[in-house]
């Protein structure tokens, strides 16, 4: 095959999935384990994925009712993305090597779910923290509740990325090198996001859910505040629960290397990992490089909305002008809804990506088609944010003057680009790690490091977008709508990139990853 990426692999020449036991070590795991182990392993995905869903739903103006403003809020997004690209292959190469009685991957999981708990508690008790050490109650910022948040939150991006990791290379452990069965722990780990998707948007849109634990609403944390410690409360009870369940009841063997390396292999392994990323990049083939472009303009389209995408929903839809108005909170909860109806429908999308991919005539089309799809519902934001404004009405109570909510006909708008929008999120999560995983044949790099190669291709754009986001909208005059402009056009381009310059490989080959990949 050569460098141009003209020919691509047939489903012949593409070699067999390396094990990931084969790293120069041997271990007695089984051909495969029982589907059992391999659903309870998976199951952890749903308390991750609660997790996450939370953040996404709820911490943006979690922040600005700390009193960080919206300019800064991008900011704090930033540990995502420089723990993606740090944590989780350190973890994952170390996990790969550890010899411990517990075995490789048990530690890490263990561990990971640990720090999550003490990071969703650091983040939930934030204002009484702050203003136990001093803050003052009813102030604008609150300077010491926000350094608790931000040490909670960047621990908590740490512990996700150590827990995750190796819960999918447990996994792959667990499946031997049977292909059927590594793409059904897939599906099962995708079912399982999708759920904690489901039940973490549901939980953010229930208003009174503190009232379970009536503890959490204190003179330093109003009724938003305590429905976010309720959650997060239910959070660490679920991964807790079922990552104990998970740990004990499916054992893993010791992992003992073939041998002893010298001492400069031994010093050598601290900088392999990344020594090898920087190998590949030099021999990526021009396939491989159309792909990392079009998969970064994709992610710069996406991390915007997904970064500011209740937030839209208190401000612009709503007419929240803070997060102490009880319109905005309005607004936050049904764009929690929204996110909720999104992850339904990219979990049943994500079902038929084979069927859709031929109906489309190929997995590139498949893409570029749903970056459209993806440019113009972030358009769409534009016009319902302008008809929400168009239409706003208000009310006086007391002298004092309040905003209505928005008619139905503005609220419908605005959950059917969350709705439509959870078709193109089901295609971004599954084929651009196929597409990697096959254009890696042609690079002569392993697919396990041309993914970690891709990864950069997303978690560069987030880091993108987290400097800029905020000075680029108060530059346009505050709110979210300017960036998710950049976002729509962004999303334009890659399609356009997709369609013109994307190589198209074999249906067959890319259908059988993609079944594989999807929503991981």
């Not at 503190?210 to 679920?238: G, Q």
């Not at 991390?303 to 709503?318: K, N, Q, S």
């Amino acid at each position: 095959m050569d460098s141009g990426g003209v020919t691509m692999p047939t489903d012949k020449e593409l070699p067999p999935p390396p094990s990931s036991l084969e790293i120069g070590g041997q271990s007695s795991e089984p051909a495969h384990r029982p589907i059992w182990q391999i659903v309870m392993v998976a199951a952890i995905a749903a308390g991750v994925q609660f997790g996450w869903a939370l953040q996404l739903s709820l911490l943006t103006p979690y922040v600005q009712l700390l009193g960080i403003p919206h300019t800064w809020a991008s900011y704090i997004w930033l540990c995502g993305p420089i723990s993606g690209m740090i944590v989780q292959p350190v973890v994952g190469y170390y996990s790969d090597r550890c010899t411990s009685r517990f075995g490789r991957r048990r530690p890490f999981i263990f561990g990971g779910a640990a720090l999550v708990a003490m990071a969703v508690f650091l983040i939930g008790y934030a204002a009484d923290i702050g203003v136990a050490s001093g803050d003052k109650v009813g102030t604008a910022a609150k300077p010491r509740a926000i350094s608790v948040f931000v040490t909670g939150f960047w621990i908590l991006d740490v512990a996700n990325n150590m827990l995750q990791g190796p819960c999918r290379a447990l996994l792959a452990d667990l499946s031997g090198t049977d292909s059927s069965r590594i793409r059904t722990g897939n599906s099962l780990f995708a079912f399982f996001m999708a759920v904690g998707n489901v039940l973490g948007y549901a939980a953010g849109s229930y208003t009174s859910l503190y009232r379970m634990f009536p503890f959490t609403k204190t003179h330093a944390c109003d009724v938003y505040c305590a429905n976010l410690k309720t959650c997060f409360f239910i959070s660490i009870a679920l991964l807790m629960t079922i990552t104990i369940l998970a740990l004990t009841t499916v054992k893993e063997n010791v992992f003992k290397p073939e041998a002893v390396e010298g001492e400069e292999g031994k010093s050598s392994n601290k900088v392999v990992f990344f020594s090898e990323m920087i190998g590949a990049l030099k021999m990526l083939s021009r396939p491989m490089w159309i792909l990392l472009l079009v998969t970064a303009l994709n992610w710069i389209a996406w991390f915007p909305f997904l970064l500011f995408d209740t937030d839209w929903m208190g401000r612009e839809v709503y007419g929240g002008k803070e997060s102490t108005d009880p319109i905005y909170s309005k607004g936050v909860r049904v764009g929690a809804l929204g996110l909720l109806l999104n992850s339904v429908v990219a979990g049943f999308t994500s079902l038929g990506i084979e069927q859709l991919a031929r109906a489309s005539g190929g997995v590139k089309r498949l893409w570029g088609g749903v970056n459209m799809l993806l440019a113009v519902c972030l358009a769409m934001t534009i016009l319902v944010s302008k008809k929400a404004e168009s239409m706003r009405q208000f009310t006086v109570v007391n002298g004092v003057t309040t905003t209505l909510p928005p008619s139905s006909g503005v609220k419908g708008g605005a959950l059917s680009v969350f709705v439509l929008l959870g078709i193109p999120l089901s295609v971004t999560f599954s084929i651009p790690c196929a597409l990697a995983s096959i254009f890696s044949n042609d690079s002569g790099v392993g697919q396990g490091l041309a993914l970690g190669v891709l990864n950069l291709a997303i978690v560069i754009p987030q880091m993108f977008v987290s400097i800029l986001a905020g000075p680029w909208d108060q530059l346009f005059g505050g709110g979210n709508l300017p960036a998710f402009v950049v976002g729509a056009i962004s999303a334009a381009l890659s399609g356009i990139l997709a369609f013109t310059l994307l190589p198209s490989p074999p249906p067959d080959v890319v259908l059988a990853k993609v079944s594989g990949a999807a929503m991981h």
